[in-house]
Nanobody, 117 residues
Framework: EAQIVESGGGLVQAGGSLRLSCSAS????????IGWFRQVPGKEREGVSC????????YYADSVKGRFTISSDDAKNTVYLQMNSLKPEDTAKYYC??????????WGQGTQVTVSS
């Protein structure tokens, strides 16, 4: 069964770092554009960062620019989100999404990130 699974979330103090992983099975992530999203209960899911499948170009929301970095390891079929200088407002459940033209869209189950002040 093709799926993606996020991991790496946890509890960290403000100013700390976490690295989230988005690992795929059953398909090749390199063929897909990958996006990281986050959601707080009661609020809409918001885009955090994404990486193009065509040229590897990246995008970051203004709220995380300069602190978060998206990257990929094709050998591991995994995309990462390195999160530095974490703030309490980064607390959310983080989701990975894989999108490709004409192919199924994949969402992971999410991983919780909690930043304490």
């Amino acid at each position: 069964e093709a799926q993606i699974v996020e991991s790496g979330g946890g509890l960290v103090q403000a100013g700390g770092s976490l690295r989230l992983s988005c690992s795929a099975s059953g398909f090749t992530l390199d063929d897909y554009a990958i996006g990281w999203f986050r959601q707080v209960p009661g609020k809409e899911r918001e885009g955090v960062s994404c990486m193009s499948s065509s040229d590897g170009s990246t995008y970051y929301a203004d709220s995380v620019k300069g602190r978060f970095t998206i990257s990929s390891d094709d050998a591991k079929n995994t995309v990462y989100l390195q999160m530095n200088s974490l703030k309490p407002e980064d607390t959310a459940k983080y989701y990975c999404k894989a999108v490709a033209m004409g192919r199924p869209i994949y969402w992971g189950q999410g991983t919780q990130v909690t930043v304490s002040s």
